[in-house]
């Protein structure tokens, strides 16, 4: 019985000194440790002080690797990690150990807004590079293109609906339909002219009053009477001073060859002309819209009937020729058999059957040098100026000057 009591009380006493040891170790775990100090505070009665919001925090490393760039699924932004990180406020800047560099090419994700060590610009795609280095397109153009909208080619061709004969397109030439808006100033075969080039050369579109190379044209200077003896010298018949009335300012008009001029009489004496003016002296042929214009001028024309006696003609001829520089010969239809013979000065005209020598000499020294464009100076227009020599036979020579100061002086003498 003894044995049994003392056995009791054994496992009592051992069961609460277990109770105890548990008790004290929940108690560690749960409060804090103070020092010697804290314990003499709690022995005096005096609460140790609450140190909650002084306690160091400290972040036990996790186990795992950081993570790095081949880990990373997503896209990094503003940067990859391990780059210097700058924080928007001021001052305050973090920074990361170094970790190693990403470049472009180890790069798995996409870069925002672009890849590391690349200028910030804009990615475009190539429609939209094209538009930006051509910064006015015919899209947005609002006036007209000349001649043809920036990016064309300079010359449109159709594609021909029948292939033509490479001989056809020699020379690379365009044929006039295969253009479909207006050629300026002229055809693309043609040369480059000038306006004045266009207007009168001397040389083009000359069909309109004399073409010299048509056969044509040939019956202005070629005797077609069948009877000759119409235009035989009568001594018997005067000669005819005519006299046109015109206002003192008027000015003859000047008309391209693509306009035809026609006169209100023959032989004409005023009125248009063409602006190149003829070179002075003997013609095969010269039409009146040509020596209308060195009449103008101050010269005397000679005129002739091609069916006129051969003698008569020489005789005017050597007495023009001898009187003045500023002179031109020229056969013309437009003389009557009666007088077949006439000298023209700007408004006047006058008509012979036969040479009158001292008539003849006096209307040329009273009407010469004078007309609305006559120069006062006539050497310093001559040798710089353009003219007209279709038809050309003998060029006039020098009697005197250019400026002819002396008209008809050797005539003088004789009489």
Not at 236 to 264: D, G, Q, W
Request: net charge negative; with cysteine.
């Amino acid at each position: 019985m003894f044995i049994w009591q003392y056995f009791t009380l054994l496992c009592l006493g051992f069961a609460t000194n277990e109770a105890k040891s548990i008790k004290k170790s929940h108690v560690n775990l749960l409060e804090p440790t103070f020092e010697l100090d804290d314990e003499k505070l709690v022995k005096m009665g005096i609460s140790p002080p609450d140190i909650s919001n002084e306690v160091q925090r400290v972040q036990v490393p996790s186990k795992d690797p950081p993570p790095g760039k081949d880990d990373w699924t997503g896209k990094w932004f503003p940067h990859l990690p391990g780059e210097h990180q700058e924080s928007k406020e001021k001052g305050t800047t973090e920074e990361v150990p170094p970790m190693e560099s990403t470049t472009k090419n180890n790069w798995g994700g996409k870069w925002f807004p672009q890849a590391p060590g690349e200028p910030h610009l804009v990615m475009m795609s190539p429609k939209d590079q094209n538009l930006s280095t051509n910064s006015t397109t015919k899209d947005n153009w609002q006036g007209k293109w000349f001649p043809q909208a920036p990016g064309e080619t300079h010359l449109i061709r159709k594609k021909p609906l029948v292939e033509k004969n490479p001989e056809d397109t020699k020379d690379n030439k365009i044929p006039h339909e295969d253009w479909q808006g207006k050629w300026f100033p002229q055809d693309p075969n043609e040369p480059h002219k000038t306006k004045q080039s266009i207007c009168d050369d001397g040389k083009s579109n000359l069909a309109v009053d004399f073409d010299p190379t048509d056969i044509r044209d040939s019956l202005n200077y070629l005797c077609i009477s069948s009877n000759r003896s119409l235009y035989q010298p009568n001594l018997t018949r005067e000669a005819v001073l005519t006299e046109h009335f015109l206002p003192s300012a008027y000015l003859p008009p000047a008309k391209c060859l693509n306009e035809p001029i026609s006169y209100s009489h023959l032989p004409a004496t005023n009125g248009p002309y063409r602006p190149m003016p003829a070179e002075y002296g003997t013609y095969t042929y010269l039409p009146p819209q040509r020596y209308l214009r060195n009449l103008a001028e101050g010269a005397i024309v000679m005129l002739y009937h091609p069916c006129a006696s051969a003698g008569q003609v020489k005789q005017l001829q050597d007495l023009v020729g001898g009187c003045l520089y500023r002179h031109l010969i020229s056969p013309s239809q437009a003389l009557s058999p009666e007088r077949p013979l006439a000298l023209l000065a700007w408004s006047r005209s006058l008509a012979m059957s036969v040479v009158d020598r001292r008539l003849a000499a006096d209307f040329i020294q009273k009407h010469a040098k004078w007309g609305p464009l006559a120069p006062e100076e006539m050497s310093r227009v001559v040798d710089k100026r353009q003219t007209y020599k279709e038809g050309l036979l003998t060029e006039a020579h020098l009697v005197t000057t250019a400026d002819d100061y002396e008209v008809c002086g050797y005539l003088q003498e004789e009489m």
